[in-house]
């Protein structure tokens, strides 16, 4: 039996390699277009990563680092769906996430930026999806960062993340942004994607509804991984 | 019509990427299960596979991040599949796995090493192939192959130094620019 192939991904429906304005592109980006192949039985399998257990505290960044006490910081659930191109749930997948801590710092031998570093805090974190593809996380808002690129330029708070699905074409390392960020059109890595409506696909939206009252405020983010093709008609359900 | 959804746009993994991803290398300890640059099997040929990506003006890419997906030593792919992750060493830039040499998982298809590159810079993911000098008639054979120069070829080959170990530089750009493929 042949799974059948995913869709090609949408090149234009992400950043080109070369975009200049993210300087740390210029010497990194290829120049010759990429060879299209056809995938195999490789491609369409994956690493089974998010059928391991993951420990009890990986999704709580609030916790999972501490010493003496909660990280510091804008309590926030992360939480959406992880869904393939054509709206179907994906159990299993494996979210790794780091991110900087409140103050815009990293626990990173890497970066020296003068804001101080949360002891209780080291900004890395997973989980996996449900049969449904939910996932959750609990965590600070991390901060916004300055970095060399146009002189300062500033990072908008964001989230990195890695996401295996089934196969391994569904592959992605991302980054998330928040809803109503003024940081996020000035920020030249978001626009290393030319497309704002693109860009909007990164953004996070702030959910009340599913707050943990005086607790944590709560952002919603679905990730959409590759879909395989469909290998028979379907036809949506009324009023879906 | 059939309505489908929009993949989630890629963006770059940044040079903090060992916190969430190899915690190990930055002195934090790895969670448990987490994939690093070993694989255990016993269905093939232990080997090595090291290298150095190389930015366009030559420098090592010393922050970046690789992962390996591969058949066993029999072929074999699905839930017997072997993954790996490395990171560049933070001086020298050297990466390096330990795995298995990998049996064909295809047929007409010449063995080899599906390998990404993550790291600052690199906006989305790049995808290329790890083959060996030993399959030189398959690699000839191989439809995947027809449609490349022999230069182009020759960056998808790694290079056998010493005992089990293989050699794969990696260009991410200029005149020895290695093969990226759109799978
Ligand atoms: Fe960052």
Same mark, same amino acid.
């Given at each position: 039996?042949?799974?059948?192939?995913?869709?090609?991904?949408?090149?234009?429906?992400?950043?080109?390699?070369?975009?200049?304005?993210?300087?740390?592109?210029?010497?990194?980006?290829?120049?010759? $277009?990429?060879?299209?192949?056809?995938?195999?039985?490789?491609?369409?399998?994956?690493?089974?990563?998010?059928? !391991?257990?993951?420990?009890?505290?990986?999704?709580?960044?609030?916790?999972?680092?501490?010493?003496?006490?909660?990280?510091?910081?804008?309590?926030?659930?992360?939480?959406?769906?992880?869904?393939?191109?054509? !709206?179907?749930?994906?159990?299993?997948?494996?979210?790794?996430?780091?991110?900087?801590?409140?103050?815009?710092?990293?626990?990173?031998?890497?970066?020296?930026?003068?804001?101080?570093?949360?002891?209780?805090?080291?900004?890395?974190?997973?989980?996996?999806?449900?049969?449904?593809?939910?996932?959750?996380?609990?965590?600070?808002?991390?901060?916004?960062?300055?970095?060399?690129?146009?002189?300062?330029?500033?990072?908008?708070?964001?989230?990195?993340?890695?996401?295996?699905?089934?196969?391994?074409?569904?592959?992605?390392?991302?980054?998330?942004?928040?809803?109503?960020? $003024?940081?996020?059109?000035?920020?030249?890595?978001?626009?290393?994607?030319?497309?704002?409506?693109?860009?909007?696909?990164?953004?996070?939206?702030?959910?009340?509804?599913?707050?943990?009252?005086?607790?944590?405020?709560?952002?919603?983010?679905?990730?959409?991984?590759?879909?395989?093709?469909?290998?028979?008609?379907?036809?949506?359900?009324?009023?879906? | 019509?059939?309505?489908?959804?929009?993949?989630?746009?890629?963006?770059?993994?940044?040079?903090?990427?060992?916190?969430?991803?190899?915690?190990?290398?930055?002195?934090?300890?790895?969670?448990?299960?987490?994939?690093?640059?070993?694989?255990?099997?016993?269905?093939?040929?232990?080997?090595?596979?090291?290298?150095?990506?190389?930015?366009?003006?030559?420098?090592?890419?010393?922050?970046?991040?690789?992962?390996?997906?591969?058949?066993?030593?029999?072929?074999?792919?699905?839930?017997?599949?072997?993954?790996?992750?490395?990171?560049?060493?933070?001086?020298?830039?050297?990466?390096?796995?330990?795995?298995?040499?990998?049996?064909?998982?295809?047929?007409?298809?010449?063995?080899?090493?599906?390998?990404?590159?993550?790291?600052?810079?690199?906006?989305?993911?790049?995808?290329?192939?790890?083959?060996? $000098?030993?399959?030189?008639?398959?690699?000839?054979?191989?439809?995947?192959?027809?449609?490349?120069?022999?230069?182009?070829?020759?960056?998808?080959?790694?290079?056998?130094?010493?005992?089990?170990?293989?050699?794969?530089?990696?260009?991410?750009?200029?005149?020895?620019?290695?093969?990226?493929?759109?799978?």
């Amino acid at each position: 039996m042949t799974a059948p192939d995913f869709y090609r991904r949408d090149r234009s429906a992400h950043p080109p390699a070369y975009a200049p304005g993210y300087k740390s592109s210029v010497l990194r980006a290829p120049f010759r $277009p990429l060879h299209s192949l056809e995938q195999t039985s490789l491609e369409r399998s994956g690493p089974a990563l998010g059928h !391991a257990p993951v420990g009890p505290l990986d999704h709580d960044l609030i916790r999972n680092a501490a010493v003496d006490g909660d990280a510091l910081g804008e309590r926030i659930y992360l939480f959406g769906q992880v869904l393939d191109e054509n !709206a179907k749930p994906v159990p299993n997948a494996l979210i790794e996430v780091w991110q900087a801590n409140a103050a815009g710092r990293y626990a990173h031998v890497k970066d020296g930026y003068l804001a101080p570093l949360d002891p209780n805090f080291s900004g890395c974190g997973r989980c996996v999806s449900d049969a449904e593809g939910r996932y959750l996380f609990r965590t600070i808002k991390p901060g916004p960062y300055p970095w060399p690129n146009n002189g300062s330029d500033w990072r908008p708070a964001h989230i990195h993340l890695s996401i295996f699905g089934e196969a391994f074409t569904q592959r992605l390392v991302t980054q998330l942004y928040f809803e109503g960020d $003024p940081l996020i059109p000035l920020c030249p890595i978001v626009n290393t994607i030319p497309d704002a409506t693109v860009i909007d696909r990164l953004v996070a939206r702030l959910d009340m509804r599913n707050q943990e009252p005086f607790d944590c405020l709560a952002y919603r983010f679905d990730i959409v991984l590759r879909g395989q093709r469909q290998t028979h008609f379907e036809t949506r359900p009324e009023g879906a | 019509m059939r309505e489908k959804l929009f993949e989630t746009p890629s963006q770059t993994a940044g040079p903090y990427v060992h916190i969430g991803t190899a915690p190990q290398s930055i002195g934090r300890p790895a969670l448990s299960g987490q994939p690093g640059p070993v694989i255990e099997s016993d269905t093939g040929a232990a080997i090595t596979l090291e290298g150095v990506v190389h930015d366009g003006a030559g420098a090592p890419v010393r922050d970046a991040m690789l992962e390996i997906w591969q058949a066993d030593g029999d072929g074999r792919v699905g839930p017997h599949g072997l993954f790996a992750r490395a990171v560049a060493d933070f001086g020298s830039g050297l990466y390096r796995f330990q795995t298995v040499k990998p049996g064909p998982h295809a047929k007409g298809h010449a063995p080899h090493i599906a390998l990404l590159i993550f790291a600052r810079g690199i906006n989305i993911h790049l995808h290329t192939r790890v083959y060996f $000098p030993e399959d030189a008639d398959r690699i000839a054979a191989d439809p995947d192959f027809a449609r490349l120069s022999p230069e182009a070829r020759d960056t998808l080959i790694a290079k056998r130094t010493e005992g089990e170990t293989y050699r794969f530089d990696i260009h991410l750009q200029g005149p020895n620019e290695t093969v990226f493929f759109d799978i």
